[in-house]
T-cell receptor, first 114, second 112 residues
Framework: ETGVTQSPTHLIKTRGQQVTLRCSSQ?????VSWYQQALGQGPQFIFQ???????GRGNFPPRFSGLQFPNYSSELNVNALELDDSALYLC???FGTGRQETQYFGPGTRLLVL | SQQGEEDPQALSIQEGENATMNCSYK?????LQWYRQNSGRGLVHLIL?????REKHSGRLRVTLDTSKKSSSLLITASRAADTASYFC????????????FGKGTKLSVKP
């Protein structure tokens, strides 16, 4: 167990809806990164938050947005859901940015878009 | 886009045998990490090797890194049924802000 928690564990939405996923980072960590993992693929980096600011973004459209709170927990919001957004969403926490050491992953939220 | 590619895509062995997985990547890196994932759940960190290191051990795991060939290998010795999982390499590319770039993974099946 890494101490990183995510909610909900599973979610079903329909196209066009909006979804919010939540992540609580490991104690002492101030950085949260979000990844999307499609079936049979490796995780792909969405964005990272460090001390409540976005600190890097992967190749995802603006309808993917996030927040980090003063307690370093984080949210991932996805607007106008598309079928291809169906995936496992993973968050990972770490201490600091730049040349990061180990990222500790949560169990993920499995999103199905119908 | 994905930086790394693991090889093979799938590997099936008997308990007690050794399992070797390979990873190739494209750009210069700060470090390379291996993760394990059971049945589409969260990723578990196994080992990190820095760009100036060539080999690292952790229990039954042995990782090598060849930066001239941009490749790494993960060896699991004396495998157990509990090692059945998908294994991913992830690179922390130089110039990045520390986000990890993952390959597609190797699916390892260890039969009792």
């Amino acid at each position: 167990e890494t101490g990183v928690t995510q909610s909900p564990t599973h979610l079903i939405k329909t196209r066009g809806q909006q979804v919010t996923l939540r992540c609580s980072s490991q104690s002492g960590h101030n950085t949260v990164s979000w990844y999307q993992q499609a079936l049979g693929q490796g995780p792909q980096f969405i964005f990272q938050y460090y001390r409540e600011e976005e600190n890097g973004r992967g190749n995802f459209p603006p309808r993917f947005s996030g927040l980090q709170f003063p307690n370093y927990s984080s949210e991932l919001n996805v607007n106008a859901l598309e079928l291809d957004d169906s995936a496992l969403y993973l968050c990972a926490s770490s201490f600091g940015t730049g040349r990061q050491e180990t990222q500790y992953f949560g169990p993920g939220t499995r999103l199905l878009v119908l | 886009s994905q930086q790394g590619e693991e090889d093979p895509q799938a590997l099936s062995i008997q308990e007690g045998e050794n399992a070797t997985m390979n990873c190739s990547y494209k750009t210069s890196i700060n470090n390379l990490q291996w993760y394990r994932q059971n049945s589409g759940r969260g990723l578990v960190h196994l080992i990190l090797i820095r760009s100036n290191e060539r080999e690292k051990h952790s229990g039954r795991l042995r990782v090598t890194l060849d930066t001239s060939k941009k490749s790494s290998s993960l060896l699991i010795t004396a495998s157990r049924a509990a090692d059945t999982a998908s294994y991913f390499c992830a690179t922390d590319a130089r110039g990045s802000q520390g986000n990890l770039i993952f390959g597609k993974g190797t699916k390892l099946s260890v039969k009792p």
